[in-house]
């Protein structure tokens, strides 16, 4: 696990594959494969491989978005 602790606050990183909301998505991760999903993000990360959030499933995490691949 490469998740960082910075002033008390959990940092993990990953990378955006798919933006449902936004209607993005990488040439790796079509709409196809994956606008079914509907809404959120899927995002390759550091610590568990493919995760997939939405508006519901974040829970008081905080996102920031560090920089565009």
Request: aromatic letters at 8%; proline letters at 1%.
């Amino acid at each position: 696990m490469k998740a960082k602790r910075a002033h008390g606050v959990l940092r993990e990183n990953g990378i955006v594959l798919a933006d449902m909301d936004g209607d993005e998505y990488s040439s790796e991760y079509p709409r196809e494969q994956w606008g079914t999903l509907g809404s959120g993000v899927m995002i390759n990360t550091d610590f568990d491989g493919l995760v997939h959030y939405d508006k519901n499933s974040l829970h008081g995490k905080l996102m920031e978005l560090v920089k565009r691949a």
